[in-house]
């Protein structure tokens, strides 16, 4: 059908105010094409397909709008039908056909997407119209996933984390200083305070001050190799410790509302983040101590509330927490890192 195809557009429906998806979303959405004569079908056209391209695929789904094939070799394979179940003619007519879809996203681990600075995680919606002896005529359109994480992992998730770091000062100073820093969890969501309470004894001739910095992590691997790039998100200073003094020093650091969340289940690349809590000491290194957090998306916030008991009020916060969180059904943190052996060696 030389000149037929005028137009091959796929679109899908939103979902939610905030259109992403996750884990078990179904998809529904529509494939309009418009033909300038009647034609007829010759082979194939494929209504959906959503996948990671380029990298690594995390999963396909085919559907067939009409094909005289009778096997294929995708086993998710199915042919599309109207809404009285039957299988589309191979016959159009001149003008815009609808045909409406819909499919499942798997339940299975599956990473968020993602854009960093030399890589990314895309999901695909993809219509393509195969014709023999012509040129394909394809259209796409990205599909914002974000994934449901699991839920045996809560406990880790809510573990408290403790460190502590001295040192000795010398040449233009005298004296050691010591902190002994506790953070209440490990994960935390877009727009949560972070709550630390640090113990820190200045036994130096010099002031020092508290600092406090969230940082990120992006490491890409390809081909045996690991390409690691780090940014510094944000960063308060705290008042001033006179020498010879020591201190209990409570502070709460908010989390940008706009933080992706954390990636841990993909072999191309990881999105981590930490906390660093270290003293300014004039005319020396800095003693700091570095906290692994895990970003979750606000939208799963307000079940973990239900689920478990806070333990702020244990490092002398009392009650803390994410105020007033975004309604969600279910809450699903994210796995370990350790939980993943997809990690490529870099050796």
């Not at 839920?151 to 408290?160: D, F, V």
């Not at 691997?221 to 940014?231: E, I, N, P, V, Y």
């Not at 969340?261 to 660093?276: H, T």
Request: proline share 7%.
């Amino acid at each position: 059908m030389p000149g037929a195809v005028k137009s091959l557009k796929v679109t899908y429906n939103d979902v939610s105010e905030r259109n992403v998806f996750t884990n078990g979303d179904t998809v529904t959405g529509q494939v309009v094409l418009e033909v300038t004569k009647d034609c007829g079908l010759e082979r194939e056209t494929r209504p959906n397909y959503c996948h990671l391209p380029v990298k690594g695929q995390v999963f396909q789904h085919q559907t067939l709008l009409y094909s005289r094939r009778k096997r294929h070799w995708y086993d998710d394979q199915s042919q599309l039908t109207n809404r009285h179940g039957e299988t589309y003619s191979n016959l159009l007519a001149a003008g815009s056909h609808i045909f409406p879809f819909t499919f499942q996203f798997p339940l299975q681990e599956m990473p968020s997407s993602f854009k960093g600075s030399v890589g990314k995680i895309v999901y695909l919606l993809e219509t393509r119209l195969s014709r023999s002896m012509r040129i394909r005529s394809k259209d796409t359109i990205k599909i914002p996933f974000v994934t449901q994480a699991v839920p045996t992992m809560l406990e880790e998730i809510l573990t408290p984390q403790h460190e502590s770091k001295d040192k000795k000062m010398r040449f233009f100073n005298s004296g050691t200083v010591a902190m002994d820093v506790n953070i209440e969890k490990s994960g935390f969501f877009q727009g949560e305070g972070i709550n630390v309470l640090a113990s820190i004894q200045n036994n130096s001739t010099r002031e020092i001050k508290p600092k406090y910095c969230i940082y990120r992590k992006h490491s890409f691997f390809a081909s045996g190799k690991r390409k690691l790039d780090t940014k510094d998100l944000l960063k308060e200073v705290g008042e001033p410790i006179p020498p010879s003094a020591s201190q209990t020093v409570k502070r709460v650091i908010t989390v940008p509302h706009d933080l992706e969340p954390s990636i841990l289940n993909c072999k191309i690349l990881k999105a981590e983040y930490r906390l660093r809590v270290y003293l300014d000491v004039k005319f020396a290194s800095d003693p700091a101590i570095k906290f692994p957090i895990t970003i979750l998306p606000a939208a799963q916030a307000s079940a973990v509330a239900a689920s478990a008991p806070s333990t702020a009020a244990g490092f002398g916060f009392g009650s803390f927490g994410y105020q007033n969180p975004p309604a969600r059904d279910t809450f699903n943190p994210p796995p370990p890192y350790e939980f993943y052996s997809m990690y490529p060696s870099l050796k």
